[in-house]
């Protein structure tokens, strides 16, 4: 029988969100890191199904190996059936936090096994990344939060405060690493968390995190009508002949619509030809192209391939995408 409390509401949690999202999953992974929010969401997924939990050993601090093979231990200790330290070498593009997270989900999709793979994000990481991106103004996007369910990519704690997490733990007698980089300064997410929010929820009176995180649900409502919308005016615009889809685009029809629409399929049309880390400002000066156009140059955005750029320019009323040595 489950023990009355924080075990057993996490546990109702997770069969709620297993029911909308999950109903065929016949097993699942955890990312397991060995803090509190990871180890409550293992402690809870185990029982429900055969759960391999994934340890991915960054090699950022002198302890890892042995912070990683202590969340081994726990897992299987708490019902998992299998139980993998995965080592990654983390670079440098993006920043420490950026380069660490890239290396992470790289290793997660290797090792899942076509698996869904449950992530601890809980609803005071949910208030932070809504902090950072309004703090960047990359626009709605960047404060629409994490989705809940983003294949594989599995949050069911995005409704759940960390205090909850934290009193799994402690029903359950578990002892979760608490990583130091959570209290260092040099880290943005870090003075969010520590300095930022205490802040604001002292000066308004409580209950931010819970604002920031159901702004985040009402943005991403309202961006996935408007993705949507822009998916059929992009196919509109990239249909070549007999109707199949063309990698260039008709300006004419993008410059017709408005603009949030035309932005949002700019986006996906850029994200698709291989352009990675896009800003609002070159979104924009894509926008530009059709929107005021005045016979300007291409717009270079970041791509994914090395030693090259990507560049987006007009020419006989279609826009298109080229590549050019760095």
């Not at 759940?160 to 402690?170: E, F, K, L, Q, Y």
């Not at 997410?189 to 929010?197: F, G, I, K, P």
């Amino acid at each position: 029988m489950d023990r009355p409390g924080a075990l057993s509401g996490l546990r109702a949690t997770l069969a709620r969100y297993a029911r909308t999202h999950l109903g065929d999953a016949r097993r699942w992974c955890v990312a397991l890191s060995g803090g509190p929010d990871s180890l409550a969401l293992t402690a809870a997924a185990a029982p429900v199904l055969p759960t391999a939990a994934l340890i991915v050993d960054h090699g950022l601090q002198a302890s890892s190996t042995r912070v990683a093979e202590a969340a081994r231990e726990q897992a299987m200790h708490l019902g998992c059936v299998e139980a993998q330290v995965i080592t990654v070498s983390v670079g440098g593009v993006g920043g420490p936090e950026a380069a660490a997270r890239t290396a992470r989900y790289a290793a997660l999709e290797e090792a899942r096994a076509g698996a869904p793979v449950l992530i601890g994000h809980t609803l005071d990481d949910q208030a932070e990344t809504v902090l950072l991106g309004l703090g960047r103004g990359s626009g709605p996007r960047s404060i629409s939060g994490m989705r809940p369910y983003d294949p594989p990519w599995c949050r069911p704690l995005l409704g759940v405060r960390r205090a909850v997490t934290a009193a799994v733990c402690t029903e359950l007698g578990l002892t979760a690493w608490r990583d130091p980089h959570n209290h260092d300064r040099r880290f943005t997410r870090s003075r969010l968390r520590n300095e930022v929010l205490p802040l604001l929820e002292d000066v308004l009176g409580g209950g931010v995190a819970e604002a920031l995180a159901r702004t985040a649900t009402a943005l991403r409502e309202d961006a996935e009508v408007l993705d949507a919308d822009a998916e059929r005016a992009l196919q509109h615009a990239s249909a070549g002949p007999g109707g199949r889809r063309a990698a260039e685009l008709d300006a004419g029809v993008l410059a017709a619509l408005p603009a949030a629409l035309r932005r949002r399929a700019i986006r996906s049309w850029l994200a698709a030809g291989g352009a990675a880390g896009l800003t609002d400002k070159q979104i924009r000066a894509v926008d530009a192209l059709t929107s005021d156009w005045h016979g300007q140059g291409g717009v270079a955005v970041g791509g994914r391939l090395a030693h090259t750029r990507l560049i987006a320019e007009r020419r006989d009323g279609r826009l298109r995408l080229r590549t050019e040595p760095v």
